[in-house]
T-cell receptor, first 116, second 110 residues
């Protein structure tokens, strides 16, 4: 199967600091990964598309200077929340798919970020 | 962009009952998935079903692509089926992004 690992699962940070979240495809190569954000009792909203070896594509309204995405290899994408504030507290989740998948997209287990 | 509507928004069942969850989408898709989000936030992929019918135990799903809807059937519901069910779709194109519906919150009571 296609396994996506995401770390950390939970993080608490102080306002003004930065937090890095890692998303790894464990048993396949992913040229494209996706980052979503989910607020309580809401659906998943796509933040950005992470492309290996090139700049990420951000959705409208998502600050690219605040949410830094790096896709340095075919198995790793990172999301860094810079100068975090309490309103950035949310559930962040990544996904990826095999190029020839008949199983669709696989999601990581998510990261619950709390900014205090 | 593509619109995804799920209904009903909330559903309460007695254990053992059957249910049907619906997903309507506004454009042609080449990817449709049903997910169950557990209390810890993990998205469990239930079905990858851009068209046709699939079954997995007590769950089955049908997508009628020409009419732009998909149905998820849960039979003999159990309390562990409780949670939020999402439908997500992607349009044609390599690595096209998934768009999620708002979800259906299912509560199965013992």
């Amino acid at each position: 199967g296609a396994v996506v690992s995401q770390h950390p699962s939970r993080v608490i940070c102080k306002s003004g600091t930065s937090v890095k979240i890692e998303c790894r495809s464990l048993d396949f190569q992913a040229t494209t990964m996706f980052w979503y954000r989910q607020f309580p009792k809401q659906s998943l909203m796509l933040m950005a598309t992470s492309n290996e070896g090139s700049k990420a594509t951000y959705e409208q309204g998502v600050e690219k200077d605040k949410f830094l995405i790096n896709h340095a290899s075919l198995t790793l994408s990172t999301l860094t929340v810079t100068s975090a504030h309490p309103e950035d507290s949310s559930f962040y989740i990544c996904s990826a798919t095999r190029q020839t998948s008949n199983y669709g997209y696989t999601f990581g287990s998510g990261t619950r970020l709390t900014v205090v | 962009g593509i619109q995804v509507e799920q209904s009903p928004p909330d559903l309460i069942l007695q254990e053992g009952a059957n249910s049907t969850l619906r997903c309507n989408f506004s454009d042609s898709v080449n990817n449709l998935q049903w997910f169950h989000q557990n209390p810890w936030g993990q998205l469990i992929n239930l079905f990858y079903i851009p068209s046709g019918t699939k079954q997995n135990g007590r769950l089955s799903a049908t997508t009628v692509a020409t009419e732009r809807y998909s149905l998820l059937y849960i039979s003999s519901s159990q309390t562990t089926d409780s949670g939020v069910y999402f439908c997500a779709v992607a349009m044609a194109g390599a690595n096209s992004k998934l768009t999620f519906g708002k979800g259906i919150t299912l509560s199965v009571r013992p």
